[in-house]
C-alpha cells in the first residue's frame, strides 16, 4: 500500500529525513517512535504533502503511484488522512460544512455522486456513535475554541468519515487525559479493517497499550535505525532512547 | 514559507472581473458636461415639476462652492466633471405596460446578469425594479403592492404622481449641501426608487432593484427615497453589476430612509461595480451617501452591505437615531483585490433616549488592494443611555494590501456604554494546508474560509442574496476558474 525508498526532505538547507525505507501493507499497524527533533512529524507532513518541506531524494508509492508529484488535496483524494498534531482552527466554517465538503470532494475523485444532507447526516450520526464524540463538537466552527483532548477526538472523528486507507497519526496521543486517550484509541480499533492501515507516531509506549502495532520503528536522526515487534516499545519505555542515542549517535 | 504562500494566494486572487461585456442599444443622451444649462435640460426632459428644478439648481449652487473630501484613506485621481454625460436614457416605446415592451436587448442583458424580470420572480416572492442606466424600464407588481398601499416606482415616477411625498422627504436625511457627492447627486440625479409604505402596514414581499452602468462615459446618479410609516415593515434589496470599461466611472448615488414610530427599515446591497483590471486599470468610483433617519420612537434601520466591485469606494451607511428606544445597525463585507481602494464604514449618531447601535464590520483585503473601515459613534448631551457595540474584523491575504481601521468616538453624555471591538487575522498557510489534507483544493479552501469568516454578515441577507453574495466573494478572490 505504502512504499517509502530512501527518502531525503530538507526545510530551508536543514536536512531532516535522511534515508527512510519503510513498507505498509494492508490490514497492518506501524509505530513509529523516537526521541524529539528525530523527523517523526516531519515525515507525516511530507506524506501529506506539506510544501514546507522539499523532498531532495527518494521516492513514495501510494496505491502504485508516485505520490510525490501528487498536490496535497490528491494524496487525500487517493486515501491518505493525516491526524494532525496540532488541529487547526477554522473560525466561522461549521464542521458540517467543512466534512462535507471533504466527502463530496473525496467521493468526486471517485467519480460518486455527491452525497445528500440528509444521506450526511444520517452518516455523521453513524460515525459519531462509532467514535463516541459529542454530538456538540459537530455543531461548532472546525475545532474554534475546541479543547486540547477534543480537537484530537475531533480528528479521529474525521478519520471515521472518510474512511481513508491510510492514516497517519502524528502524535495523537500528546497532551491526551486518559479517558481521551482511550476514546481515541477505541475509534482507531473500530475503524481499522484488512483493507485499510495506520502508521502511528509517537513519543510514548502508552497509546501503543490501547492500539497493539504489528511493528514498531525507531527514528532517529532522519533514519529508522531499528525495526521490531510491540516488544521494542517496551523496551525503549523502560530503557528510554538513551541507548539508542548512543548506539546511532551522530559522530 | 512566506513565499509559496504568497504564491498560493496570488493565483487565487488574480481573478478577472466576470460580468464585463456591454450591450448595444440606442442611447438618447445629452453633451458631456455640467451647468444651470444642463440641469435645466436634465428636468425637462424628465418632465418634473418646478420644486424640482429649484431643488436641483440650489444644490448645484452649493456644490460649486465645494471641494473634493481629501480625508479619506484613499488615492482618488482627479475628476474631469465637464467630461461626464449627466443624462442618458435608452431610447424605446415611451411607454411600457408589459413584459413585451422591453427592449429585448435589455432583457438579455438583465438575463446574462441573472436577473430574472419575468414572472418567475412573483413566486420567488420578490418584486424588481429595475434600473438601467437613467430611466426605469419595467416595474413588475406594482399593482400587487397598490393593494396594500405600498408604492414602489421609479423616483421620476414619484415627483410626478406623488410630489408631496417627495417635496416633504427628499433631503430631509440627506441634504443637498450634505457634501461634496450628495450635492452633485441632488443636483444631476437621473433616477432611483421611491418606496413609501403607509402605516400598520408590513410588505409582503422583498423589495428589489438592480442597477447597472451601462452607457460609455455616463455618470450613473440614483437616488433612493424609502418612507416606512408609524408601525410598518420594508425588507429593500439593492444589487448590482456593471460592464467591464476601461475609462473611470462616477457613481454617486444617495439613499435615504425614514422610519417613523415602531417602523422598520432593513436595507441589503450586494455591490459589484467593475473594479479594473489587474493592473488597477479602469473601473467605477463609487461615492455613496447613504443615511437612514429613525426619526419616531422604537423605529429601526438595518444596513447590510456585500462590497465587493468599484475602483474606489467611499461609503458610509449611517443611522440618526433621533427617536427614543430607536436602533440602528450595520453589517459589512468589504473585499478589496487588485488595487481596489476601499474606505468604508458607518456612522452612528444617537440623538434619542434608549437609543442602541451595532456595528460589524468585515474586511477582507487581498492582492495590491487598501481597505479602511472608517466609523463614528456620536452620543449627544440628550442621549441618555445609549448603547452601541462595534466589532471590526480584517483578514489579509498576501503581504502586499492593507487593513485600516479608524474608529471615532464622540460621547457627551456619561451613561453611554460603547464598545469596539478589532481584529486582525491572515489567511494561514497551516489553514490551507489543513482543507488541502482533507481533499479541499485551495480555491475551495479560501473560499470555504472566507465565507466563514463573514458568515455573521451573510447571515443578515434574504437568503437568495446570501447565496448570490457567497458566490461573488469566492468569484471575486479566485484566479482561472470559469
Redesign the interface.
Known sequence: MLSIKNLHAKIEDKEILRGIDLKVKPGEVHAIMGPNGSGKSTLASVLAGNEMFEVSEGEVQFNGKDILEMAPEDRAREGLFLSFQYPVEIPGVSMVNFLRTSINELRKYREEKPLSASEFLKLMREKKNLVDIDSDLTNRSVNEGFSGGEKKKNEIFQMAMLEPKLSILDETDSGLDIDALRVVANGVNKLKRPDNATVLITHYQRLLEYIVPDYVHVLYHGRIVKTGGKELAHELEANGYDWIKKEFGDK | ?AT?QDKILEEVTKGEYKYGFYTDIEMDMLPKGLSEEVIKEISKRKGEPEFMLEYRLEAYRNWLKMETPDWAHLNIPEIDFQDIIYYAAPKSKPKLDSMDDVDPELKATFDKLGIPLEEQKQLAGVAVDAVMDSVSVKTTFRETLAEKGIIFCSISDAIKEYPDLVKKHLGSVVPPNDNYFAALNSAVFSDGSFVYIPKGVRSPVELSTYFRINAMNTGQFERTLIVAEDDSYVSYLEGCTAPQRDENQLHAAIVEIVAMERAEVKYSTVQNWYPGDKDGKGGIYNFVTKRGLCKGDYSKISWTQVETGSAITWKYPSCVLMGDHSSGEFYSVALTNNHQQADTGTKMIHLGKNTKSLVVSKGISAGKSQNSYRGLVKVSKRAENARNFSQCDSLLMGDKCGAHTFPYLEINNNSAKVEHEATTSKI????I??????????E?AVG??V??????VINQLPMEFAVEAQKLLEISLEGSVG
Open positions: 514559507m509559496e494561514g498557510e497551516d489553514q494546508f489543513y482543507c488541502n489534507q482533507r481533499g479541499i483544493d485551495t475551495s470555504l474560509i465565507n466563514g469568516y463573514v458568515k455573521e
